[in-house]
């Protein structure tokens, strides 16, 4: 048998493959492998490529909730004494919390935030609020509610219409637009609220429902503010939707520069010890490092953003500073110092939406906003107060309503959160 000479045998060495281009197959296998679970377990998260709407909307622990709720309210109707709201009242309260709503066409959800909002509560958090219900209507009757007997059995005062209004301004307030009205009513119910004289108002809006023990989570992170915050704060946010925390448009030159960075630093890195290790040379041919640096990494990069940045970047259970992004007014707390000063710029303001003109206020003052995490309330509202239902920011087949939506509070744990407010209290 005659074998073949050495010079055949050291051009098929030289051709043997790279140690880099070996582990293709198994970055390929673990790829697809990441891929896989990031499509299995984001689909809740907006921010990703992978969020699935049918699935991602899908009412779990709000559905409970409001079916709670509208039994707490059911029983209220139908015993009067349900709720006593004046026994063991602290005076002066350390919480007013007011509810404006007005009648929307075809649907009804004040009844059910109402009950949300007081289902759960102990006598002694009870005794700290003073609870106001607005209707806000020159014409009260119009709302459903005004004539149900579970109304003023579980407030602590009903605004039925507009008090100590001049005939003129009533008129005035008839002709008011939607943005008009809309600041109009929530200084309205602000100025209320701050002249019960407690010291922190919550207001929020009438298509909503809060969590078991939402009470107990908004008193304790209102104390860490008060231990922690090194500025003067503005409001302390119960809600906020995920969808704007994602990659934004307005970050694009970090995002290109940090996947510029990630692609060219280990090229370089390369590239520098084949240099200086001759041996290397074979493994890190030039082949190898095109496939390493100009496919996989930027595959990479590819799926970490694909993933969503709040997959990826969870904000941190307890309190979290939100100076941009968080939208919108559906529950916000805010300190008795600021209620004066949040009425007058309304009233300067005039015309507006209002978590847009509190965002331009924390501006100009540079005062510091908060947000407790997770949300503590979901918007369940599916027909808007405001008549746009399908406007230009509709999609996913929803309504703009729809889509103001917190994802992570459809996780919540009904055993969990009993336990919670069982054991915690405020």
């Known amino acids: ?36 679970y990031v499509r299995m377990y984001n689909y809740r998260d907006p921010t ?36 006593a709201p004046a026994v063991g009242k602290s005076v002066p309260p350390k919480f007013c919390v007011g509810v404006v709503t007005v009648a929307r066409e075809g649907a009804r959800y ?69 943005r008009e009205k809309g600041l109009f009513d929530y200084r309205f119910l602000l100025r209320e609220c701050g002249n019960v004289g407690a010291e922190y108002i919550g207001i929020v809006e009438d298509d909503v429902v809060l969590m078991e023990g939402w009470f107990g989570r ?39 520069l940090w996947s510029l960075a990630w692609t060219v630093v280990p090229t370089v890195c390369l590239l520098a010890l084949r240099h200086h290790h ?6 890190l041919s030039n082949l190898a490092i095109a496939i390493s640096c100009g496919l996989c990494i ?13 997959s990826l970047f969870p904000l941190p259970t307890g309190v979290n500073a939100m100076p941009k992004f968080g939208c919108c007014s559906q529950g916000l707390v805010f300190p008795q110092s600021k209620v004066q000063e949040i009425v007058s710029w309304f009233e300067e303001k005039k015309i507006g939406l209002t978590d847009v ?29 405001k008549g746009d239902d399908y406007g230009e920011a509709a999609k996913h087949h929803r309504t ?19 336990r919670e407010n069982s054991h915690l209290h405020p």
């Not at 930027?298 to 709040?310: E, K, N, Q, T, Y």
């Open 1 to 36: 048998m005659r074998f073949p000479r050495r010079k055949h045998v050291v051009p098929l060495l030289k051709h043997r493959p790279s140690l880099l281009l070996l582990l293709l197959p198994v970055f390929a296998f673990t790829y697809l492998l990441i891929l896989q």
């Open 48 to 83: 990703s490529w992978f969020f699935d709407p049918p699935r991602g909307y899908l009412q779990s622990y709000s559905a409970l909730r409001q079916r709670e709720a509208d039994a707490f309210i059911d029983a209220v109707g139908k015993n009067p004494v349900t709720e």
């Open 110 to 178: 004040f009844l059910t935030t109402v009950g949300s909002l007081l289902a759960d509560l102990d006598p002694t958090s009870r005794a700290q609020i003073h609870f106001i219900l607005f209707l806000a209507h020159t014409e009260p009757s119009q709302h459903p509610a005004y004539t149900e007997p579970w109304l003023h059995r579980v407030a602590d005062r009903v605004l039925a219409g507009y008090e100590n209004v001049t005939a003129e301004e009533l008129e005035r307030i008839r002709g008011m637009g939607f």
């Open 218 to 256: 908004v008193v304790r992170a209102l104390r860490w503010i008060e231990r922690n915050s090194g500025g003067e704060w503005l409001y302390l946010r119960l809600f906020y939707t995920e969808e704007f925390l994602g990659w934004n448009s307005e970050e694009w030159p970090q995002y290109l």
């Open 278 to 283: 001759p041996p290397l040379r074979h493994s």
């Open 298 to 310: 930027p595959l990479c990069i590819l799926l970490f953003f694909s993933a969503g940045r709040v």
């Open 357 to 385: 003109e509190l965002e331009k206020l924390a501006e100009k003052k540079q005062y510091v906003k908060w947000a407790v995490t997770p949300s503590v309330l979901q918007h369940v509202g599916r027909r808007s107060s």
């Open 400 to 418: 703009v309503a729809e889509k103001l939506w917190n994802f992570q509070f459809e996780l919540n744990d009904k055993e969990a959160l009993h």
